[in-house]
């Protein structure tokens, strides 16, 4: 496989791409005259390619499968136009950061960093102790799996300055929350408290009641009642305690109609003029998404 070989995603990675792609090009559009800074940050960046592979029909000529090339997160943003002034690009893996350093080799002009470890960390760590000024970004947090801690999100909200999409996977909150909250494995309980930033998602999901046996004596359970909605609710209600504006998020579905993950819009910015502009941006962008990603 090639240096820049990263299978992953579909239908519904390239709608969340487009929409992001979109919101890019409106951000540096309307802010270009306005700061003179505009960065683009990328906290899962992968290696700037997705590769897709497609099973050989049996009127393939060589009877071999087809692997198809398609723009990842960060080459999307290099090509945005109007250009940011800077693009951090972040990933933990070796082999990603090769690539993404491989990818910024063909721009010797624009200003790119690579940044290789842990997101959580690295996000902290850039915007630790820094002014914002003269300075706007936007960052995409497009996590494998449950990653993104929620003193990241705090970090980034004390910024002020920050548009973010973050992708929330659904379906990994509902696998790790157990149907019987004692078999919640103690590292998944963590995992959930670290994503969400407090463990009251135990109480919100899950209701204790006794259930009498043949014999007259209660037998105590303590069962999961919320759904995958709940989950989401759940999340939304968190994000809007902690940025000043956050959007409805777009729902994102496999190829079965099964919840995969949530898109949110979240805006550090509590001026009302800016949360005003990003919010007419972003709410047209997202509902027309919810438009053309119709369930299977």
Known sequence: MALSDHEFGGVSTDLKLSLVEKYLTAFTTALQNQ???????????????????????LFAPTGEDRVERNRGSARIAIEVNPQFNRLIFMDKNPKHCAALRSLK???????????????????????????WTSTR???FLDPYGMSVAWQTLEAIRETEAIDVWYLVSLSGMFRQAARKANAVAEE??????????????EAAWYERTQKADLF?????????????????????????????KVLKPLRLHDERGIPQFALFFAISNPRPKAIGLATKIASHILNSGRLSHVRP
Request: hydrophobic content about 40%; proline content about 2%.
């Open 35 to 57: 700061f003179s800074d505009l960065w683009y940050i990328d906290a899962f960046a992968g290696t700037g390619e997705r590769t897709r592979r497609i099973a050989a029909d």
């Open 188 to 201: 998944k309980r963590a995992a959930l408290t670290r994503m969400l930033g407090t463990d009251e998602w």
């Open 137 to 139: 970004a936007v960052m």
């Open 216 to 244: 007259g004596s209660f037998d105590e359970q303590h069962s999961r009642t919320a759904d995958v909605d709940a989950m989401q609710d759940f999340m939304q209600k968190r994000l809007e305690g902690l940025f000043p």
């Open 105 to 131: 080799s063909n721009y010797p002009d624009r200003q790119i960093d690579i940044l290789e470890g842990d997101a959580n960390t690295e996000v902290v760590n850039l915007l630790r102790n820094r002014k």
